[in-house]
C-alpha cells in the first residue's frame, strides 16, 4: 500500500494557506456528504456525523480521533454559483493538488497510484464533475511523494510546530495563526457553525437542519439571481438563453437585416468580462460563423473529409470540426457556431451528422453530458495526426483517441434561417430537433446609443443545461411538470388524427424550457412576476417554437376549423394558467395562429414568413 508522505502532507498545508478557509473546508465537507454530483436547485440531505468526522479525521491531530454518532442531518440546496465559493474565500485560488493531499492525507493507496487517479476520486468523493474542477481550483500540477508507510501524527504535529502552528491543543486550524477552541468542536464550531452562520452563503448555498421538501413542498428553486445578469433587459434576450440552454440548437427566422447573426455573436461577446480583450473584439474566440453554400449536399465542406490526393489518406478537418475540438479546450465557456443563411442548401443533407447526434444526448450523473461521436474514431493513421492538428490539448486529443470526437456540452449551433425563393424548407425532422424563435420585429431607434448589445455577463450556468430529458427534472420540479403536462395533453388532442401531433422530444422539451424560465421572475420595473404568469409565459412561448412551426399545408390539410380550434384551446389553457395576469401574456403564438389564418386565404399556410 502506498501513503502520501509527510513532506507533501506539509507542502499542502503552507500551500492552502489565505486560500483555504475553515468555511472553505466545512464548504467541501458538505459536498462530500451530498452523495451524488451537485446540481443546482436539488435538495440534499447531509450526514452530519460524516461531515464532523472527515474534518475530525484530517483536523485533529491526536492518535484517538472522536467519532460523531449524533444522527443528524442537514439539509442543502446549492444555487448556480455554487462552484464559485472557494475562488471567492481566500486571497488566491486553492491549488486543487493542496486540498487533494490534505483531505487524503491519512488515506492509502494501491501500489501504482498516481495524480491522475487522486483527481478522479476526488471529483467522485466529493462530488464535483471532473470538468468542473478546473474552473473551481488552481489545477496547476504539482509534485506529490507517496511512500510505503503512513507517518505518525506526532510527526506532523512536529512539522506544524515548526512552521508556526499552534498545536498544543491537538485540534488545528485551517488557517496557522488561530486556534481551534477545544477537541471534539472540530464541526461545530470553526467548519460547519461559521458557515451557515454568515449572510454571504445564502449566495452559494442554503443550508437548514430541517428538510426542504417538508418546509417549502416538493419543489425548491433558488432564487439567487443568474450572475451578473439584469433580468429586467430580458424582455428580449431571456428567450434566446433559455431556449438554448433547454436544447444547444436554435433557429432565428425572420426578414433579411434584423440582425440575427449579430445577436449570435452578442451571446458570444457577453460570456466575456466587458474588459476583456475576447468582449472588446470583433470576433471572440468562442464565436464563429461560416456561411452556408447552395451547393452543399453533404458535410465534406463543414466536416470534412479523407483526402487520397497525396497517395495516402489524410482527414481535411472543416471549419466546423475545428471549432468543435476550440470548444473541448475550453470547456466551461459556452461556443457559439453561426450557420449563416443555413436554408441556402438542404440542412438534412449536409447536416445530417449532427442532427442524428445532437439527439443521443444522455445527462451523466456527474452532470455532464454526452453524445455519441460526431466523427467516430479510426485506427488508421489519419486519425491519429488528425487529433494532432486539431488541439495541443493532451487531455482532449487523448479523449478524440479514446471516444471519436463527440459534441461538447457547451457548444451551441445557432442557424439563421431566410425564406424567400432562394431557400429550402425545413423537413421535419429538422425542426423537431431544434428550437425556433422568429426575429420580425425592428425598432429602428435601437443600437444608435450603444456599440454592443446590452445583455449582461453570460456563462455556462446561464447557457448550458444539466438536463436533457424530462425524466431529469421531473421529480424535482413536478408540480411544475404537471401544469406543462395537461396544457401539452390538451393542445396535442387538437393535434390527433394530423401529422402536427408531437411526442416525446417536444414533450421533454417543453418541460426543459419551462423549468428554465422558471428563475427569471422579475419584470421590466424590477417587479416579482408569480409563478403561474411565468408558466404561461414560458408555455407561450414553446408552443410557438416547438408545435406552430411544424404546422404548414393546403387549405385541405389546414382548415380555418382547425385553427380555430387550437387557437381556442391555447387560449384557455394560458389564461386558466395564468389566473388573474392573464391579460398580460400578450401570447405570441395566438399572435402567429392569426397571421397563419390570414394566409390560408391564398389556399395555403405556414409558419414561416
Given amino acids: 500500500m502506498k501513503y502520501i508522505s509527510l513532506n507533501s502532507v506539509l507542502e499542502a498545508y503552507k500551500g492552502f494557506q489565505n486560500s483555504m478557509t475553515n468555511k472553505s473546508w466545512g464548504y467541501l465537507a458538505i459536498l462530500k456528504g451530498c452523495k451524488s454530483y451537485i446540481r443546482t436547485s436539488v435538495p440534499y440531505e447531509v450526514d452530519l456525523d460524516e461531515v464532523s468526522n472527515f474534518l475530525e479525521n484530517i483536523f485533529n491531530l491526536s492518535i484517538d480521533k472522536k467519532k460523531y454518532n449524533t444522527n443528524r442531518s442537514l439539509h442543502v440546496v446549492f444555487s448556480n454559483k455554487w462552484d464559485k465559493y472557494f475562488k471567492e474565500q481566500g486571497k488566491f485560488t486553492p491549488s486543487i493538488y493542496d486540498v487533494i493531499v490534505w483531505a487524503y492525507r491519512r488515506k492509502s493507496f494501491e501500489d501504482n497510484v498516481t495524480k491522475e487517479f487522486l483527481l478522479q476520486e476526488f471529483s467522485k468523493e466529493f462530488n464535483i464533475p471532473l470538468n468542473f474542477i478546473s474552473g473551481i481550483f488552481n489545477s496547476r500540477i504539482k509534485d506529490i511523494e507517496f511512500v510505503d508507510s503512513l507517518y505518525s501524527e506526532s510527526m506532523l504535529k512536529k512539522g506544524l510546530k515548526d512552521f508556526g502552528v499552534d498545536v498544543s491543543k491537538e485540534n488545528i486550524d485551517a488557517k496557522k495563526v488561530s486556534t481551534v477552541a477545544s477537541p471534539g468542536e472540530i464541526s461545530r464550531g470553526p467548519f460547519i457553525q461559521t458557515l451557515y452562520a454568515g449572510l454571504e452563503i445564502t449566495d452559494y448555498v ?55 447573426s449579430r445577436i449570435v455573436r452578442e451571446l458570444a461577446r457577453a460570456c466575456w468580462e466587458k474588459d476583456s480583450e475576447e468582449y472588446k473584439a470583433q470576433k471572440p474566440k468562442n464565436f464563429q460563423m461560416v456561411q452556408v453554400k447552395p451547393n452543399w449536399h453533404d458535410s465534406s465542406d463543414l466536416l470534412g473529409y479523407v483526402s487520397r490526393v497525396s497517395g495516402k489518406a489524410e482527414f481535411v478537418a472543416g471549419d466546423f470540426l475545428k471549432f468543435i475540438a476550440k470548444a473541448w479546450e475550453n470547456i466551461d465557456t459556452p461556443y457559439f457556431l453561426c450557420l449563416d443563411e443555413m436554408n441556402l442548401a438542404p440542412v438534412e443533407q449536409y447536416f445530417a451528422e449532427y442532427l442524428s447526434v445532437i439527439e443521443s444526448r444522455k445527462c451523466c450523473e456527474d452532470g455532464t453530458i454526452t453524445t455519441d461521436p460526431i466523427l467516430e474514431k479510426s485506427l488508421e493513421d489519419w486519425y491519429r495526426v488528425l487529433t494532432s492538428e486539431l488541439t495541443n490539448n493532451d487531455d482532449v486529443r487523448d479523449r478524440f483517441l479514446k471516444d471519436g470526437i463527440c459534441i461538447p456540452q457547451n457548444l451551441i449551433v445557432v442557424g439563421t434561417v431566410n425564406m424567400d425563393e432562394t431557400t429550402f424548407s425545413f423537413s421535419r425532422k429538422v425542426l423537431d430537433r431544434a428550437m425556433t424563435i422568429e426575429m420580425n420585429e425592428v425598432n429602428l431607434h435601437g443600437g444608435l446609443t450603444e456599440r454592443y448589445e446590452l445583455i449582461g455577463k453570460l456563462g455556462k450556468a446561464e447557457l448550458i443545461g444539466e438536463a436533457v430529458e424530462g425524466i431529469d427534472l421531473y421529480a424535482d420540479n413536478k408540480e411544475v411538470c404537471d401544469i406543462v403536462l395537461n396544457y401539452l395533453e390538451e393542445v396535442n388532442n387538437v393535434l390527433e388524427n ?112
Fill in 206 to 260: 442554503i443550508i437548514l437542519q430541517s428538510d426542504f421538501k417538508n418546509l417549502y413542498g416538493n419543489r425548491v428553486i433558488s432564487n439567487v439571481k443568474v450572475e451578473n445578469t439584469t433580468f429586467k433587459k430580458y424582455l428580449t434576450y431571456r428567450p434566446y438563453i433559455t431556449a438554448i440552454k433547454s436544447k444547444p440548437f436554435l433557429l432565428l427566422a425572420g426578414i433579411s437585416g434584423t440582425g440575427k
Fill in 498 to 609: 394530423t401529422p402536427f401531433k408531437v411526442a416525446y422530444r417536444t414533450r421533454n422539451e417543453f418541460l426543459l424550457y419551462v423549468v428554465n424560465n422558471l428563475p427569471y421572475n422579475k419584470d421590466e420595473e424590477d417587479n416579482d412576476l408569480t409563478e403561474k404568469y411565468i408558466i404561461a409565459r414560458a408555455l407561450d412561448e414553446i408552443t410557438s417554437m416547438k408545435v406552430l412551426s411544424r404546422i404548414e399545408g393546403d387549405d385541405i390539410k389546414v382548415s380555418d376549423a382547425f385553427l380555430d380550434k387550437l387557437s381556442n384551446t391555447i387560449k384557455e389553457k394560458l389564461e386558466e394558467i395564468a389566473g388573474e395576469e392573464k391579460e398580460d401574456i400578450g401570447s405570441i403564438s395566438l399572435k402567429k395562429l392569426k397571421e397563419m389564418k390570414a394566409k390560408l386565404v391564398s389556399g395555403h399556410t405556414s409558419f414561416w414568413s
